[in-house]
């Protein structure tokens, strides 16, 4: 009987999602459904952005119109904080816009002409599922379910903000989250590492340098501590490479309310400068805390120190058993396209970031996109 089950649920899996299109056929849609053109230019990114951005801004308004009550039941929540959601769908709206204006004028013509400068109403005009040609009825249906998943997921974490505190909306400016990047740039960075010896972080920093790229390793320091007791600094040190390695605290706990944020951060900011020695000691390491969680004392911390906390807007759930290689790639890939800067956030100690990052790579490859040195960050 249970053999029977798994396998019904298996099919299931596998089954499409269905969507009417506006002359009424049905089209299948499948949840890693890929944007139908080429990406070979500049341009192709650009229309792929401009469509990437409509659909978002359909799904948002849709949200945007609910009740206070009516959303509370939506994103699963007793109540919400309305001052942070609303926060949140502030600064979204001008990042969107502000990433309109990043449009080249042949972008802006093509499949869904749009005015230069349009404002969010104007924006909000646009009847894509009528608009879209037919051939690309199958990328709408499933690229307008993917964002009905992602806007709930980002309103949660506004909702919840600042009682529980997330990526969602910085505390100060030594905060970066990514979104005021140059356009087309991403950084790299990696959490919960390392893995013992030949696991998935060197698996992983042998794809980095396969493809010459680099990025931050955020350490708990535990592990770090473990890896280095098991081999040696100069191991660690030509492990790491061009890469940078700094602090994801010395446990994976949230440390918003953790007794012990302050050791746990000064403590793996020792270890990890007695390996990868700053010119000042004394500097404290970029951190980002767990969960992105994080109290003002924290944020005041680092800004005494003249450091930083490095959150994240592009956000992969790689760590989802929820989500295979295809799912964590495509969303990777429409994020990039909605946010077109930003700081993309993996974890070492999975092994799908192996998989996943050659296929980013070579789907970008002809946008020149910039893959940003963390050494020069």
């Known amino acids: 009987m ?3 089950n798994n396998s019904i649920c298996f099919m299931l899996f596998l089954m499409p999602l269905f969507f009417f299109g506006a002359n009424g056929a049905k089209v299948d849609i499948m949840d890693t459904e890929p944007w139908p053109l080429k990406m070979e230019s500049n341009l192709s990114f650009d229309i792929a952005s401009k469509c990437e951005m409509l659909v978002f801004i359909e799904v948002f308004n849709s949200y945007d119109s609910l009740s206070e009550s009516v959303l509370t039941q939506r994103v699963a929540l007793k109540s919400v904080n309305t001052e942070s959601v609303t926060q949140w769908k502030e600064a979204t709206k001008t990042r969107i816009l502000l990433n309109f204006n990043q449009l080249s004028d042949p972008a802006l013509k093509e499949l869904i002409p749009i005015s230069k400068n349009s404002n969010w109403n104007a924006l909000s005009l646009a009847t894509l599922e009528q608009q879209f040609p037919s051939t690309f009825s ?9 964002y009905e998943d992602y806007v709930k997921e980002q309103i949660r974490l506004a909702a919840l ?19 005021n990047f140059t356009d087309k740039n991403f950084l790299l960075t990696f959490d919960d590492g390392p893995t013992l010896g030949n696991g998935n972080t060197d698996k992983l920093i042998q794809v980095l340098d396969t493809y010459s790229l680099s990025g931050m390793f955020f350490v708990l320091g535990d592990n770090f501590e473990k890896r280095l007791k098991a081999s040696s600094k100069q191991a660690l040190q030509e492990l790491y490479g061009e890469n940078r390695v700094l602090s994801h605290g010395k446990v994976h706990k949230a440390h918003q309310k953790y007794a012990e944020w302050q050791a746990s951060i000064d403590d793996t900011n020792t270890l990890i ?13 970029y951190f980002r805390p767990p969960y992105g969680q994080r109290s003002t004392d924290m944020v005041t911390y680092f800004t005494d120190k003249k450091s930083k906390i490095i959150l994240w807007n592009i956000d992969s759930r790689d760590w989802s058993a929820k989500l295979n290689v295809q799912q964590v790639a495509q969303r990777e890939i429409k994020l990039m396209l909605l946010w077109r800067k930003g700081i993309l956030l993996f974890h070492d100690i999975h092994s799908k970031v192996q998989e996943v990052l050659p296929i980013v790579h070579e789907y970008f490859k002809d946008t020149e ?4 040195k963390p050494r020069d960050f």
């Open 138 to 146: 199958a990328w709408y249906a499933a690229t307008k379910l993917f």
């Open 273 to 285: 400068q007695n390996v990868f020695p700053t010119e000042n000691k004394n500097n404290l390491l």
């Open 161 to 179: 903000f600042p009682k529980i505190t997330s990526e969602i909306i910085p505390f100060s400016d030594i905060e970066i989250q990514g979104h």
């Open 2 to 4: 249970k053999k029977s």
């Open 369 to 372: 996109i910039t893959w940003m």
